[in-house]
């Protein structure tokens, strides 16, 4: 136990000095790191828009208000396909997920030397980057429009999908795989009786929790061109028509908000 | 002995059990889902032409990823993933700093009603808003540059942290933070003694996971001006240079997984 000797009597304390001097140096550097990081940022910002920041933020806010309500006719369609980018790219991704989860789980996968790395690096790479960017990539690729968006979100959910899905597999309960294997089964049987309905509650709440993201994200995938409401948000922003910009968001708000709700009910429901 | 007669001795053989229990609720959910794949394929236009015409050059990206140039753009690519790294560092230095009295204020245990509302609120916006459109509006309000995309990490980091950390407290043990009390401590001390060392290595743990995410959404800020190696990526995919693109890329998901794996051994070590 460290302790300190002062006036013939020991002191108890909490670190050695040593152990304290190292914290010190810590705190220190994280300091240090932090003003670097600031004085670069201050230095690549114009701090005479900043200081007229309020004004600015008050001159939009009286423009975009209120909103342009009879805009909302022309977002059904946007909703729609906004809808379908979520939902049509949460399926494919869950399609092409469960092998891959198959794959990385070290209790179900072929071979951990050659097949469970490449189903790592599927899952991280995918993982990583963010739909927005597949989303620009799918765009030089294949074109511009909601394809381009369901690819990018399914791309995007792959990794997640997979990895959760396979943290779960890793989770299970081997007794059971064994009392179906001690019956005869094959090798597919044992996948469809003993490990399948034990990570089916968990697959559930993956897809719905995944769906609920998508929605969030395939809102502003139209930013950058892949169709959905986000379309309709850029070319509001690009002619400066606040009104619609603020109607377009009050919309998403309520579109992420509903499938939050619904997300977590689902998900109340079979847990 | 007739095959029928048989059936009657044993009784009736097991059948799988279904995931949704209720026929009726089943087969509408079904029904409902099919009618919905159709409804959603109708609605999607996809021009295969221009997708089999992509796929040259979707071949040239993956091919890309083999030679990927990290040297002819070094100096863009460098200051823009500078920039994100410190948009990053600073954005979750501050974002974690003011989430945690946010996070006391939106425990219900241990925040007065009042608080607890206006806390919540701000956890709720701050969750609601996605980090695009948030850089948006303060793109439009600060100008471009990295400090748009600092104050909308370190919103957003507010709204996750927070949200967790007051989870966190709200299952934390009451009887060592009553022991606390008991000894007479202020409410200070209180929070220092009795509920700090329960969330710390969850918080930890929490700030590592946020950072890890800071740095991906930092990737796309740049799309909209807010600074960041985004910028960088978006004009590499502008000008098909995929080999820059895919050097960036590769560079992303190396960062991401270094990040994953020093924040494995954090977590495992504060725990």
Known sequence: MPVLEQNDT?????????????????????????????????????????????????DIWTRATPPKWDYITQLGRPIWDTLNIATLGTIIALCMAVPVAFLAARNTT??????????????????????????????????PGVFAGVIAIAIRSIGFCAKLLYEAIEEIDHTQVEAITATGASRWQVMAYGIVPQILPAFAGIAVFRWDINIRESTVLGL???????????????????PQVSL?????LVAVLISEWVSAKVRGAII | MSHR???????KGWRKPAFVKHPLLRWVLILGFFAYLIAAF????????????????GWAFVLAFTSPDFVSRWSDIWSGLLESIIMTVAASVVGILISIPIGLGAARNIAPLPVYMICRGIVAISRALQEIIVAILLVAIFGFGPLAGFLTLSFATIGFLSKLLAEDIEAMDKVQAEAIKASGARWPQWINYGVQPQVMPRLVGLSMYRIDINFRESAILGLVGAGGIGATLNTAFDRYEYDTAAAILILIIGIVMALEYLSGIIRARVQ
């Not at chain 1, 950058?224 to 606040?242: D, H, K, Y």
């Open chain 1, 224 to 242: 950058v061109g892949a169709g959905g409401i986000g379309l309709q948000l850029s070319a509001s922003l690009n002619v400066l028509a606040w």
């Open chain 1, 248 to 252: 377009i968001l009050i919309v998403i």
């Open chain 2, 42 to 57: 109708m609605t999607i236009d996809v021009d295969w032409g221009r997708v089999y015409e992509g796929l040259d050059r």
């Open chain 1, 110 to 143: 072929p071979s951990t030397l050659f097949i469970r790395p490449i189903a790592l690096l599927i899952i991280v790479s995918t993982r990583s980057i963010n739909s927005l960017i597949w989303a620009l990539l799918l765009i030089a690729i294949i074109g």
């Open chain 1, 10 to 58: 020991q002191i108890w304390r909490r670190r050695t000095t040593g152990q304290s001097l190292v914290r010190w140096f810590g705190w220190l550097l994280g300091v240090a790191v932090f003003v670097y990081c600031w004085q670069f940022i201050s230095e690549s910002t114009t701090w005479f828009f900043v200081w007229d920041a309020p004004r600015i933020a008050n």
């Open chain 2, 5 to 11: 007669e048989l059936d009657d001795m044993l009784g």
